[in-house]
């Protein structure tokens, strides 16, 4: 059974902290994604990462970094916590094919829902 | 980026009731078409997906109804349960184009 885990559910943080999230998934995935979901919003993709070391930013990157320095992980980092980064953060994962590089279906993390006081 | 605009927002259906989810979208280089679903708490899961070779596509009480010249795209739940209360998404991606997606319709299905 394909597996993208969240290294938390919930996570509360101060203002101006450095936040790392982790993702890892298990079935050899060249692309990963983070996304940010708030109500009425839907999904909005952050960053995304189709191969190691490598990076593209998404609609929002302000505010974030993304390190991906081996394949099943990829991390989003939030240099300084603000309090407008409250929301529920979504890590995903999808198979490459080479005639169609995000053609595939996008496996989710159970999310983790970060608090930013 | 492209695109996926997705009704309605919200959506309230009888038990047993045909649930209706549109989405439209301008790239006509799209090539792929997910249906997510997403229960409280949880990661979206797909729930079905079709390819703009074929007009529909149904499993079991779901069915998704693509029209490419319209660049339209719906699913359909039939015999909605309350099970089914979630909120769907839909997306569109291929070729170079990372997935796009809908903002989510919250289904609720009353007994």
């Known amino acids: 059974d394909v597996k993208v885990t969240q290294s938390s559910r919930y996570l509360v943080k101060r203002t101006g902290e450095k936040v790392f999230l982790e993702c890892v998934q298990d079935?050899?995935?060249?692309?990963m994604f983070w996304y940010r979901q708030d109500p009425g919003l839907g999904l909005r993709l952050i960053y995304f990462?189709?191969?190691?070391?490598?990076?593209e930013k998404g609609d929002i990157p302000e505010g974030y970094s993304v390190s991906r320095e081996k394949k099943e992980r990829f991390s989003l980092i939030l240099e300084s916590a603000s309090t407008n980064q409250t929301s529920m953060y979504l890590c995903?994962?999808?198979?490459?094919?080479?005639?169609?590089?995000?053609?595939?279906?996008?496996?989710f993390g159970p999310g983790t829902r970060l608090l930013v006081l | 980026q492209q695109q996926v605009k997705q009704s309605p927002q919200s959506l309230i259906v009888q038990k047993g009731g045909i649930s209706i989810i549109n989405c439209a979208y301008e790239n006509t280089a799209f090539d792929y078409f997910p249906w997510y679903q997403q229960f409280p708490g949880k990661g979206p899961a797909l729930l079905i997906a079709?390819?703009?070779?074929?007009s529909e596509k149904k499993e079991g009480r779901f069915t998704i109804s693509f029209n490419k010249s319209a660049k339209q795209f719906s699913l359909h739940i039939m015999d909605s349960q309350p099970g089914d209360s979630a909120t769907y998404f839909c997306?569109?991606?291929?070729?170079?184009?990372?997935?796009?997606f809908g903002r989510g319709t919250s289904l609720i299905v009353h007994p």
């Open positions: 995903a994962s999808s198979l490459r094919l080479a005639g169609g590089p995000f053609q595939e279906t996008q496996y």
């Open positions: 079935m050899d995935h060249e692309n």
């Open positions: 990462s189709y191969d190691v070391k490598m990076k």
């Open positions: 997306a569109a991606s291929g070729g170079s184009y990372i997935p796009t």
């Open positions: 079709i390819r703009p070779d074929v």
